[in-house]
Structures are given as structure tokens and as C-alpha cells.
């Protein structure tokens, strides 16, 4: 273990880490394992709530180990039940995430929340509010995992039996360009002795970054991939996702082919419908694209955006939409409710929650 700040934060390391920082320090190595549950099991925010782990070993382990918790600026609840949360870093920077449908009666089992991966992003997409403010930094592995632990802490306090059982990688960032912390943080997440997260209830989202996007196809964390695709032309996608222009659709069809064939897994491509760009004719160009691929389509009509002037399309235009690709053979979900105008690509939250 080298000897960074990061290295050192608490919520960032696995069990394995911390029990050989514990020898380094003197101390028996099955402390590593009741800190590592302490933190990413119970989700504690004090050295002091760690009941078994005596006053002087607590000292000592408070001496070496920074432990960086977020604040807690703002909570903002939605009629359907979606809790947004502003924390603070100890930088002083902010970060947002979102426990998703948690009053929902039908979604009582399933409490997703999607996390954050960067301060900002410098990606730029054209309906993003966060790459508005351009790219501040990458979050460590303990403030991804952070988010989770802050949310289930402040929920318990209210249902003590509260559990994250999903989590989305579609927060401020893009995933793929925080790599390392995004699988270091899907690791900790998912150990049996902290939130015990299954790799297939997590899902990273990216706007197309293929150079990764191959690496996690190699790595098969046996997460879920879901690319923001938004058309299937590369001048309108360009003018979208500003990373076609690094990656054109040929290349990120490729990749997404290689991920599918080395993983056998599915891809979810997220495609935001807006009344000029739900047509037939797109329809069946993406169909083309996606030709032979295990794809599913989520489509997303907008709804009206007023600085981007896009305009909800007709349901009929994305029925149509949706038949087009289902005849090609591709699995499709369109998504009607109030409020999901562009939620399910990455970044899109601070734009729906209306920051
Ligand atoms: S949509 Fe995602 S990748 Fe695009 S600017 Fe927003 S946060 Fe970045």
C-alpha cells in the first residue's frame, strides 16, 4: 500500500488492505475485517460507533486512516418517491446522486441509487447540465462508494432495514473516464461482508468511450453496459455527444460487438426521442446499426427542454419508432412516465431534479 491520502481513506480500501494496514500498524490483522464491516457493511460515520474495537486501537487507527465523509447540503424528495441528495466533499466541491422510487409500493424490493463518478465532466453532451460547468476532477473509490453508504446512513435512520439493492453508474461523469475508481469502487460494493451488491445489479453508463469500453469487456466485471446512443448518424449524434467526434458510430458499434462476444451479455442502448429526431427514417438506420447485436433499446421521449428547444414527440411517431427496431429483432422499452425526459444517460440528473 503506498502512502497517498487516497490510499489511505477508509472507505476506499477493501478488507484485504485494511487488514495489512492494521498489521503495518501493530494491530491484529482481524481488525481490517471488523473495520472494513463497520464502514461498508453498517455504514458507520464514526471511529467511535466501531463497538468492538477498543478506545486505544481506535486511536491508533485514527491517526493513520483518513476517514472523509460527505455532508449532507441539500435532500429533495419527488411525489413518485425519488430522494436527490447534494453532498459536500471535504474539498468543497459538490456531488449529487439520486435513491430512486424509494416510496414506490411496487419498487418496496428495489432500491437503486445512482451515483456520481466525477466532479463535472468534461464530455459536454448538448442536453447535459453537468458538462456545462466543464470537468473538476475524478472521485476516489471511497467518495463513489461514499454515496451509497451517505444514503443508506440517512435512510436507516428512518427504516433501520433499508438496503441499496442496485446501483447505476449514471451520475455526474462519465464512468469510463474515472475507470480505475469506478471498478475499484464496484468491487467494495459488491464483497459479501459490506453492501453485497450482485455485479448484476450494478450498471455503468457511458456516452461511448471505446478505448474502455474494450477494457471492460477484457476486465468482465459482469456489470451491466448501457451506451447513451441518442441516433444512429453520426453528424446528428456529433452535435449530441460531443465523444462521436473521438469515436464515430462505426467505431463504437465495433466495440459494443467485441464487449457482447467476449461477455455474452446484453448491451442497453439509451436513445432520447425528441419530435425531429423520431422518425422512420432514424428508426431504421438504428436498426441497421444494431443489426446481429444482443442490444435492447430504451427509448426516452423528451420532454419539452426550453433551452434546446426540443419538443416531445408524438406517441404515435414512437410507437412506430419502437415497431421498426422490434421488427429487426431488438428488444425495446419505452419509457412514458412524467419526468424521464433524458434521466437514463448518464448526467442527466441535475437537469430532471431542475437544478
Ligand atoms: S451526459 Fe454524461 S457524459 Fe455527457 S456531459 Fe453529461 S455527465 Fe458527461
Redesign the pocket.
Known amino acids: 500500500m503506498n502512502n497517498t491520502m487516497e490510499s489511505l481513506e477508509l472507505r476506499g480500501l477493501s478488507e484485504t488492505e485494511l487488514a495489512k494496514a492494521c498489521l503495518k500498524l501493530g494491530l491484529k490483522r482481524f481488525r481490517g475485517s471488523q473495520i472494513f464491516q463497520w464502514v461498508q457493511d453498517k455504514s458507520v460515520r464514526t471511529w467511535k460507533e466501531m463497538a468492538n474495537i477498543g478506545v486505544k486501537d481506535r486511536e491508533v487507527l485514527a491517526r493513520h486512516f483518513v476517514f472523509p465523509l460527505l455532508e449532507l447540503v441539500q435532500e429533495q424528495r419527488a411525489a413518485d418517491g425519488t430522494r436527490k441528495y447534494l453532498f459536500r466533499l471535504p474539498d468543497g466541491e459538490t456531488l449529487e446522486c439520486v435513491l430512486m422510487d424509494y416510496e414506490r409500493v411496487q419498487a418496496r424490493d428495489r432500491h437503486t441509487v445512482c451515483v456520481s463518478t466525477q466532479v463535472g465532466?468534461a464530455?459536454?453532451?448538448a442536453f447535459?447540465a453537468?458538462?456545462l460547468g466543464g470537468f473538476r476532477r475524478n472521485l476516489s473509490p471511497g467518495e463513489i462508494v461514499g454515496q451509497v453508504l451517505e444514503i443508506t446512513w440517512l435512510v436507516r435512520q428512518e427504516d433501520p432495514e433499508f438496503h441499496v439493492t442496485n446501483v447505476v453508474f449514471m451520475g455526474?461523469?462519465?464512468p469510463l473516464l474515472n475507470y480505475e475508481s469506478v471498478l475499484k469502487g464496484i468491487n467494495l460494493l459488491n464483497s459479501s461482508k459490506g453492501q453485497n451488491i450482485g455485479m448484476r445489479r450494478m450498471t455503468i453508463s457511458t456516452?461511448g468511450e471505446v478505448f474502455r469500453i474494450r477494457e471492460l469487456a477484457r476486465d468482465n466485471p459482469q456489470v451491466g453496459l448501457a451506451v447513451?446512443l441518442h441516433s444512429a448518424q453520426d453528424a446528428v449524434r456529433d452535435q449530441l455527444?460531443p465523444m462521436n467526434r473521438k469515436y464515430p458510430l462505426v467505431e463504437l458499434i465495433a466495440a459494443c460487438r467485441d464487449y457482447s462476444a467476449i461477455t455474452g451479455r446484453r448491451i442497453t442502448f439509451e436513445v432520447a426521442l425528441a419530435e425531429g429526431t423520431a422518425t422512420a427514417d432514424e428508426a431504421r438506420r438504428m436498426a441497421e446499426l444494431l443489426k446481429g447485436l444482443l442490444a435492447h433499446v430504451n427509448l426516452i421521449p423528451v420532454n419539452p427542454v426550453a433551452e434546446t428547444g426540443m419538443k416531445r414527440p408524438q406517441r404515435e411517431k414512437l410507437l412506430e419508432f419502437s415497431r421498426i427496431l422490434e421488427g429487426a429483432g431488438i428488444t425495446v422499452t419505452l419509457r412514458e412516465e412524467r419526468g424521464t425526459d433524458i434521466d437514463a444517460?448518464?448526467?442527466?440528473l441535475r437537469r430532471r431534479y431542475g437544478e
Open positions: 465532466c464530455v459536454g453532451c447535459c453537468t458538462g455526474m461523469g462519465e456516452s447513451s455527444v444517460a448518464c448526467g442527466q
